[in-house]
Nanobody, 127 residues
């Protein structure tokens, strides 16, 4: 079992920045690829970013590439999502997720690959 707790959400003006954190407890954090997803009101949950268990491989959805950065600190059992140049359309509940992987370079973009999920943190971007 892995427990995930997100933090760092809040209200920010368009163009501003936020840093989300996801702290993991339970089984060895470093064996999991990690991902961030988001869900806006009335919309389906969508993939945002993913990172391999080593941290050496990352991937982003086109809408955030160049603005968001995913990273992880395996010594602290934490994954981060640095969000810059935020737009009103980034408003959503953001979730982190963990998926077991046997490769240092693999990551997942599909929610079905992730086994453990956090409770989410709200990000609101005002115009």
């Amino acid at each position: 079992q892995v427990q995930l707790v997100e933090s760092g959400g809040g209200l920010v003006q368009a163009g501003g920045s936020l840093r989300l954190s996801c702290a993991a407890s339970g089984r060895a954090f470093s064996i999991y690829a990690m991902g961030w997803f988001r869900q806006a009101p009335g919309k389906e949950r969508e993939f945002v970013a993913a990172i391999s268990r080593s941290g050496g491989s990352t991937y982003y959805v086109d809408s955030v590439r160049g603005r968001f950065t995913i990273s992880r600190d395996n010594a602290k059992n934490t994954v981060y999502l640095e969000m810059n140049s935020l737009k009103p359309e980034d408003k959503a509940v953001y979730y982190c997720a963990a998926g077991r992987t046997y490769s240092d370079t693999s990551y997942y973009t599909s929610s079905s690959e992730y086994v453990y999920w956090g409770q989410g943190t709200q990000v609101t971007v005002s115009r």
